[in-house]
């Protein structure tokens, strides 16, 4: 939904509580990075419970928790008739009138502490200091104090004669089960606020968002989960991760040119000191060359530079795409990168030479090698020893007519991405499967788009199996299931015990399989699968 | 369920003898585990040179097998040598290129796969290019491009099929192209078009096992026996 911000008169810090784009967001719990609600319970609840102020925003985060869905009474916990009476679904009551007022603003139901701070206030005269022990035997979990606080509150309800005995007897009987899950306002409202913080970042300015959480991700237990949950949710947003590339020399992600870039040190196995070598040999070729690194071709890196850096940071470099800039296929340089590396360093020099004396010419790999080929052997030329010549000859026939054929395939390509940088950028197994099978995406599902009938063409990235204790299928095996495809990831898959037994063989990570659903209350419902 | 790459090979030798023998050509062709469709666009061929072939007694050591090389090829003896040295490449350089190649067959590395090389497949390879193999990647400190712990020998794998029925005479590459009356293209004996026909005969074979074998024809089979 369109929102009304002028952003260039909004202070980040305090933003207008009202934006509907926030609220939007938060509803269709479009949740990763906002603050307490990026679990998927907190994701789940927000959609269901569609907060449209700070009061409900408040109210979930206190009662998102397991104290408050623990909460049973009528056959439903706490958090759940919250929102069903917020969404009109249940009728809101009271169980006494008297509680109205302190129970309006959460539809009847106790979320706050502070709410039954102003029961006790309201039904049993309690004053604020009566009623602050109230909240600290209920907040602290005080039994010996709970104890005195009840004695207290019976006979001031007795005085009061607002509510009988019975009714006092079980008004308390609530507040004390609610010490389970009662969080205190002034605490979820702050939590609150910052939730909304965020998820006005994330509105408003999405680039700059996820690149401050990719850029800190490190700082979480599994930061590549974190980071592939983050890309994931920006390919939902439609904003692009660009692959990491060397002439930015950015060590983590930045935000360049308006584009979010991989950052090079999170590529496995390059790290900052890599990177730091790296920068101080790329500046001395540059100047060596007489060329800025965004000018160099494939032939300027292969010659100079490669054999100064250690083979796997080259391979690596190659295989995340950190190269790209130079114009050739990724398996073109991988090969050619090993042809080099089988010439000797007095070889290499001599080509280097060759280079440096014809700047402006481009040369193939193999116009080098037959200079090689072609310059004196022994002391005054590139071969130093006569076995060499038949050593290099054979590289070159392997340059000029190579065993097969070198290109990039999409299968090779998704594989290296997904083991280098963690998640597929540039290239998805997907790519290499006829998808028209499905009419549905990872991104229709999570988006809730796809109609009560789903098909979908996905990579099983997770399976989650899950022994049913109870019912029918007591004892089955059922599964959940995480999918992917280019557009991104989807969970809250359920594969019930029927279907899991008849295509278990089919489940397992890497595989590719069109399945078909069904919309259910949680998520999709499979009722078929075909492995591809 | 398996979903390894399988590479059917075959080395073409300058000897009979698996103990001996040095590859003078090497051939493959992947073939897709799920849909068994042979990735024809997808070959790996070279020429290789065998380590002594310059000596000079190279040619009468090993005239027989040159001369049968060459009538497949319809070329002089002396002209199948002179391909090999003008086209060969040497051996550690077409070993670590068959291996660079097999490598971009493995899957990923995952709880369930923990050996993710391609599997070989081919005609006679546990009795002749498996040994040969092995033996030159250890001469040559390369490591081998198959873990070997799955191989399918195409030999075996008919003899099991035909072993009480008849059908081909023996069980020779030759025999089994006329009895499948199997068409082909390129000349036999040239590794590569015998590397696609083996591909072929697998394929098929494979094929019809997998719409015979039913888990539940096979689990609790000695159940009660």
Request: charged share 25%; glycine share 4%.
């Amino acid at each position: 939904m369109a929102c009304n911000c002028d952003l260039s008169q909004v202070d980040i810090t305090n933003p207008p509580l009202d934006c509907p784009k926030v609220w939007d967001l938060i509803s269709c719990g479009d949740c990763k990075g906002i603050f307490q609600l990026e679990s998927q319970l907190g994701r789940s609840l927000a959609k269901q419970l569609k907060p449209e102020n700070m009061e409900h925003l408040s109210a979930l985060i206190s009662i998102s928790r397991p104290g408050a869905m623990e909460s049973i009474w009528d056959n439903k916990s706490a958090t759940q008739h919250y929102i069903d009476r917020k969404n009109g679904i249940e009728p809101i009551t009271y169980f006494h009138p008297s509680l109205e007022n302190a129970l309006k603003s959460t539809y009847g139901v106790i979320c706050y502490q502070e709410q039954s701070m102003k029961i006790a206030k309201d039904i049993a005269g309690f004053n604020l200091q009566e009623a602050d022990n109230l909240r600290k035997a209920v907040g602290k979990k005080l039994p010996k104090l709970m104890s005195e606080v009840k004695i207290k509150f019976l006979e001031g309800c007795t005085k009061q004669k607002i509510v009988n005995e019975k009714e006092a007897e079980e008004i308390f009987g609530w507040i004390q089960k609610g010490q389970r899950y009662l969080f205190c306002k002034s605490h979820g409202v702050a939590y609150a606020y910052n939730s909304y913080i965020t998820a006005f970042a994330k509105a408003h300015y999405p680039k700059q968002f996820f690149t401050s959480y990719l850029k800190h991700s490190h700082s979480k237990p599994d930061y590549k989960e974190e980071i592939k949950e983050l890309i994931n949710n920006m390919k939902m947003m439609d904003i692009p991760v660009y692959p990491p590339n060397l002439t930015l020399f950015n060590e983590s992600f930045q935000l360049i040119d308006n584009k979010i870039t991989f950052g090079l040190t999170d590529i496995k196995g390059i790290g900052s000191a890599v990177i730091t070598k790296l920068k101080d040999k790329v500046k001395n070729v540059e100047e060596f060359i007489q060329k800025s690194i965004d000018k160099w071709n494939w032939t300027d890196f292969l010659v100079f530079l490669s054999a100064k850096v250690d083979k796997t940071s080259v391979e690596n470099l190659i295989n995340s795409g950190a190269l790209d800039f130079l114009q050739t296929e990724r398996s073109q340089m991988l090969h050619d990168y090993w042809i080099w590396s089988q010439l000797r360093e007095r070889e290499q020099l001599w080509v280097q030479n060759e280079l440096l004396r014809h700047p402006k010419k481009q040369f193939t790999l193999s116009e080098l090698l037959q200079y090689l080929l072609d310059s004196p052997t022994g002391k005054a030329g590139g071969i130093y020893h006569k076995k060499r010549v038949t050593f290099v000859k054979s590289l070159k026939k392997i340059v000029d007519k190579p065993p097969y054929k070198i290109r990039d395939a999409i299968r090779i390509t998704a594989k290296n991405e997904k083991e280098l940088l963690g998640i597929n950028l540039t290239a998805h197994k997907l790519d290499d499967y006829d998808t028209s099978l499905g009419k549905d995406t990872c991104r229709d599902i999570m988006k809730d788009s796809t109609g009560l009938f789903v098909t979908v063409v996905a990579e099983v990235v997770n399976v989650r199996e899950h022994k049913i204790k109870s019912g029918k299928a007591k004892g089955q095996y059922m599964a959940f299931l995480t999918l992917s495809d280019q557009t991104g990831e989807a969970d809250s898959i359920a594969v019930f015990s029927d279907i899991y037994s008849q295509y278990k063989d089919h489940l397992y990570e890497g595989s590719v399989c069109f399945f078909e659903g069904k919309v259910g209350k949680k998520g999709i419902i499979v009722n078929k699968i075909i492995s591809l | 369920m398996n979903h390894k790459f399988y590479i059917c090979y075959d080395l073409e030798t300058d000897s009979p003898n698996p103990e001996e023998a040095h590859p003078t050509e090497i051939a493959a062709v992947p073939i897709e585990p799920r849909s068994l469709k042979i990735l024809a666009d997808e070959t790996f061929n070279v020429i290789v040179q065998p380590p002594d072939l310059n000596e000079k007694d190279y040619f009468e050591n090993h005239s027989d097998t040159i001369h049968w090389h060459a009538s497949n090829h319809k070329v002089e003896a002396k002209d199948m040598l002179e391909k090999w040295k003008k086209e060969g490449v040497e051996q550690k350089l077409a070993l670590q290129e068959f291996n660079r190649y097999c490598k971009q067959f493995e899957i990923e590395k995952t709880s369930q796969n923990w050996y993710v090389d391609p599997i070989p497949v081919g005609y006679n390879i546990i009795g002749f290019d498996n040994k040969i193999l092995q033996r030159i990647c250890q001469d040559n400190k390369v490591s081998c491009p198959f873990s070997f712990v799955n191989q399918v020998d195409i030999m075996h794998l008919l003899f099991t099929w035909f072993e009480n029925i008849g059908g081909p005479s023996n069980f020779k590459m030759d025999t089994l192209r006329e009895f499948f009356q199997m068409p082909h293209e390129g000349t036999a004996h040239e590794a590569l078009t015998d590397v696609i026909d083996t591909a072929r005969i697998f394929v098929r074979f494979l094929q019809f096992q997998r719409k015979q074998a039913h888990v539940k024809k096979f689990k609790g089979a000695f159940n009660g026996v």
